[in-house]
């Protein structure tokens, strides 16, 4: 199962197991069972600590489960966790082995302090780029608290179950056998969703902080860039973001950051965060803005309300919120999504094998995107509003050479429809006749580009007629101490070293501030 540069991998994470464990495998005669049982016998060949049983009795075959010795920890994997997952896996393993996980103490105390009966199960694609590190937050929460338990399930291997509980997205969580959340999560989010007090606790401590000489509201390439390089200066810097990494989190394939030839984004989020905390910067996660008050007087203090009630004060404020995935804004969509309507094809595009469907947008990410669903759907309408598509001419080229793409100019997309709560179809009209037209279609990938996140801002500063933030050449808006980077901004060309560049030059443009007023 394992070539030979894998195997010298994993041979080397399993001599960090500490502890005995069992991997409990329940088979059948199927081919994927043959596939699972090969990589297991690998795997518990490499440690002395691991000991195969393959007289597993659980109803999903091919599974297995990882089980310390005296202990009654349940993580059980109903796949053949290779592809994206295979880090997964490896951490599954030395975590169950005994090894330490590199999550903040204060994280595993909470998962660990959780009261009552949790039975988890993840639906998940190997192919799916956000899976991954919501299937690590659930195995480690299983490792560390007996009361919780965790499946891993792999959506291809276990088709017929997707469709009875009509999952077309994911990473998808059920608890307790009712939808618990889709999409990407954390484990923070995770254990706040279950721990009711948790957003009472955070509002009182915050509520506690002293003024910051500069508080940046926003986690991504902009904030992160801004928090480095206030610490540097020696000034009290606080971080306030809902998701650290912000969209960057969402990114598949990051190859133009230069210095750094490839990677993806959730190991670039990662990294942003990493390079943060080697300075005395406070990061407050989670949090999620919702309101800004001038400061009363010149060189007064400048206010940010978050949703929980909590305020954090600043003698100078960066505002890096981002963007997010713009919608149609039709009919139908916040009804069928996760249901047929979906936004990234890398994730959830192995859900529709077989399958017609649809992706809306003629800009590099459209085409991108339809060029890749074309090896795995049966059929790809591309739509696109204008009358010529947006991308790249070589990205062109390329998806009409395909035989099973169309491609449909002049369109106004109007309705998504469905039927028993599963999208089957959306209707467009035709821009040059004002023909109704309709594609009948499983699923659809919404690709029209961002929208900034600035609605909480709305007539607290000026903004673009887009609903960017207007800043001048030093990242100054129009509100004196207040300061704007990255893909929230006006600044063209919204790309992540840029965002990163926007916000070193913010950062300095607010001590500059700071040190004249």
């Keep these: 199962m394992l070539d030979a540069a894998l195997k010298t991998q994993l041979q080397g994470y399993l001599d960090h197991v500490k502890l005995p464990f069992e991997i409990i495998a329940s088979l059948d005669k199927s081919a994927s069972s043959d596939e699972m049982r090969e990589l297991l016998e690998e795997i518990s060949g490499m440690s002395d600590k691991i000991t195969l049983r393959t007289d597993g009795v659980d109803t999903r075959t091919p599974s297995f489960l990882l089980r310390r010795t005296g202990t009654e920890q349940s993580l059980r994997f109903a796949a053949i966790p290779l592809g994206h997952e295979f880090t997964s896996l490896v951490l599954a393993l030395l975590w169950t082995g005994g ?90 989010e995770i254990v706040a969703k279950l721990d009711t007090g948790a957003a009472a606790r955070d509002a009182k401590k915050l509520d506690a902080e002293e003024p910051y000489d500069m508080l940046i509201v926003g986690g991504g390439p902009a904030g992160a860039a801004a928090a480095v390089y206030a610490a540097r200066k020696g000034i009290r810097t606080g971080v306030a973001a809902e998701r650290f990494g912000g969209q960057v989190n969402d990114t598949l394939g990051i190859e133009n950051y230069i210095s750094v030839s490839v990677t993806d984004g959730p190991k670039f989020a990662a990294a942003l965060e990493g390079h943060v905390k080697d300075y005395k910067v406070d990061i407050h996660n989670l949090q999620r803005a919702e309101k800004l008050t001038p400061a009363a007087k010149p060189g007064g203090l400048i206010e940010v309300e978050l949703a929980n009630g909590a305020k954090l004060k600043g003698k100078t404020v960066i505002l890096s919120t981002g963007a997010r995935w713009r919608n149609v804004g039709v009919p ?81 997309t109007t309705e998504f429809t469905g039927a028993a709560g599963k999208l089957n179809g959306l209707n467009y009209t035709d821009r040059v006749t004002g023909e109704a037209k309709r594609v009948e279609v499983d699923g659809c990938f919404v690709q029209i580009g961002l929208v900034p996140n600035t609605e909480w801002l709305r007539g607290t500063l000026e903004l673009s007629k887009h609903g960017e933030i207007i800043v001048d050449a030093k990242g100054a808006t129009s509100l004196p101490g207040v300061f704007a980077a990255g893909d929230v901004t006006t600044v063209p060309f919204k790309q992540i070293i840029i965002a990163a560049g926007d916000g070193a030059k913010a950062a300095l443009g607010a001590f ?5 007023s």
């Excluded at 909470?110 to 190997?126: H, N, P, R, T, W």
């Excluded at 291997?157 to 998808?172: F, G, K, N």
């Design 99 to 188: 090894h330490p996980p590199k999550v903040e103490q204060a994280q595993q105390d909470a998962v660990k302090a959780l009261d009552g009966e949790y039975d988890f199960e993840i639906y998940m694609s190997l192919t799916c780029h956000n899976c991954p590190d919501v299937v690590q937050a659930l195995s480690l929460m299983s490792v560390l608290n007996p009361r919780i338990r965790t499946t891993v399930v792999d959506g291809g291997l276990y088709q017929a179950e997707v469709e009875a509980r009509e999952i077309m997205a994911v990473p998808s969580v059920y608890l307790n056998g009712q939808h618990f959340i889709s999409g990407r999560v954390s484990l923070e």
């Design 332 to 412: 139908g969509e916040a009804e069928y999504k996760n249901k047929g309507v979906a936004y990234c094809p890398h994730c959830d595009g192995p859900l529709f094998k077989g399958k017609p469907v649809a992706v809306i947008g003629g800009g590099n990410s459209g085409v991108e995107a339809a060029i890749d669903l074309a090896g795995i759907v049966k059929h790809v309408t591309l739509i696109e509003y204008g009358d010529q598509l947006r991308a790249d001419a070589v990205l062109v080229n390329k998806a009409r050479s395909l035989p099973n793409v169309t491609i449909i100019t002049n369109a106004q």
């Design 512 to 516: 500059d501030h700071l040190m004249r």
